[in-house]
């Protein structure tokens, strides 16, 4: 280390300033680069409509009910996805946090649907649960129905795609979470006399809910954001409608900048409102720390 190196960091060290600091600076400029520019940017043309003041294009959405409803639509699609994502992997990240043969192998096959895409999975839920796909194919041959059963094109198409490719990324961080809780503290319970039920929901629930209520937000703004599941296995002008397709309307098939915008911030407004309610709750659920932690 040379002479100079060392007197700029003794001057930054009387000045309070942490030379280590200066490596948050590569992620910073590329948070304001990908993040904050362009949502200031959005901001800046949704109050620039062709007429109407500033706020026009933010009336015209809440004003249109088949605008404003694509936002309970989403949140109806979004919220029971993302929690049953999270709650499905809870107890299949439980059972994994040990060493067992063939874990390697179980985790891959869990995670594999990350690998596929949006697209991928979609084709692949037309072909086995759509009118003609494997599965009404067995129902109908066994007699067990008399038609298919519509299980693609509609609201449970959507939410079979965005649970195959949302569920992966649950469980790994779950999984993540759990790793990072001591075992010791349910096997001193256990010498105690509390049963896997009450190590579960008095020690390793408390500890781990700060954890699943950041798993519940990632997935849940990855489920909101639905737009390719919504239009290649739901009813994209009908029960799936979500905010997105309006986002995408307004700006390639109306040429509506300022309202595509508008509906943009708006979908990011919810989304933060979700995010703010859940981040709040999560500390009715966590009682104290411990050595593990929050994992």
Not at 19 to 30: E, H, I, S, Y
Not at 143 to 164: C, K, M
Not at 216 to 244: E, K, M, N, Q, Y
Request: charged content about 10%; hydrophobic content about 50%; aromatic content about 12%.
């Amino acid at each position: 280390m040379t002479t100079s190196t060392l007197a700029v960091r003794h001057r930054l060290a009387e000045r309070g300033i942490d030379p280590q600091l200066l490596l948050l600076v590569p992620a910073t400029v590329f948070v304001v680069a990908l993040f904050i520019y362009p949502f200031c940017y959005g901001i800046a043309v949704s109050l620039q409509p062709a007429q109407g003041g500033a706020l026009a294009a933010y009336r015209a959405f809440f004003s249109d009910a088949y605008q404003r409803d694509t936002i309970t639509t989403t949140l109806a699609i979004a919220l029971p996805a993302a929690l049953f994502n999270v709650l499905a992997a809870v107890p299949i990240a439980y059972r994994m946090r040990g060493r067992f043969r063939g874990k390697r192998l179980l985790t891959t096959v869990l995670v594999v649907p990350i690998t596929l895409g949006t697209v991928l999975t979609a084709e692949g839920l037309l072909n086995f649960l759509g009118p003609t796909g494997w599965f009404n194919r067995t129902l109908l041959s066994l007699h067990v129905v008399d038609q298919p059963i519509t299980l693609t094109h509609n609201y449970w198409g959507v939410i079979f795609s965005l649970v195959i490719t949302g569920f992966p990324f649950a469980f790994l961080l779950v999984l993540s979470y759990l790793s990072g809780i001591d075992p010791s503290l349910e096997r001193a319970a256990a010498t105690l006399g509390a049963g896997w039920a009450q190590r579960f929901f008095r020690i390793t629930l408390p500890l781990l809910a700060p954890g699943l209520a950041t798993t519940f937000c990632l997935t849940f703004v990855l489920a909101f954001s639905v737009f390719p599941s919504a239009i290649l296995v739901g009813d994209p002008s009908g029960s799936t409608r979500v905010i997105s397709i309006a986002a995408y309307e307004a700006a390639y098939v109306h040429y509506d900048y300022a309202a595509a915008s508008a509906t943009a911030i708006v979908m990011g407004a919810v989304e933060l409102v979700v995010i703010s309610i859940v981040l709040g709750l999560r500390s009715l659920f966590y009682t104290g720390s411990t050595a593990g932690g929050k994992g």
